[in-house]
């Protein structure tokens, strides 16, 4: 099973990037997916899930219309457009996803795969 994450970059604040999270070698339709990040020197927080099957999403609070994560069932692939990007959302980003629906979607241990993670650096 691989994530692969992508759509990182630099861009100033008030912009826009989207993330994508590419999923290979299983089907996630009965899983949850999520993102996660690690500004520097801070610890992986959670960011953003969705339940994969019914829809459902939830948001850390710093984020909340904000960001939005979505899914391509055709592509296999989640996204996560990020909106009004400020310095404090500069992190790397990760994908990640379980083998079986749980929830404990905001925790990192419930999460059984992860991408490799992407930078994001938003400059003021």
């Known amino acids: 099973v691989q994530l692969q994450a992508s759509g990182g970059g630099l861009v100033q604040a008030g912009g826009s990037l989207r993330l994508s999270c590419s999923a290979s070698?299983?089907?996630?339709?009965?899983?949850?997916m999520g993102w996660f990040r690690q500004p520097p020197g801070k610890e992986r927080e959670f960011v953003a899930a969705?339940?994969?099957?019914?829809?459902?999403?939830t948001y850390a609070d710093s984020v909340q219309g904000r960001f939005t994560i979505f899914k391509d069932n055709a592509k296999n692939t989640m996204y996560l457009q990020m909106s009004n990007l400020r310095s404090e959302d500069t992190a790397v980003y990760y994908c990640?996803?379980?083998?079986?629906?749980?929830?404990?979607?905001?925790?990192?241990?419930?999460?059984?795969?992860w991408g490799q993670g992407t930078q994001v650096t938003v400059s003021s």
């Open positions: 990640a996803g379980t083998k079986a629906p749980t929830r404990y979607r905001t925790t990192e241990g419930a999460y059984d795969y």
């Open positions: 070698g299983r089907n996630f339709n009965n899983s949850i």
């Open positions: 969705i339940d994969w099957s019914v829809l459902s999403t």
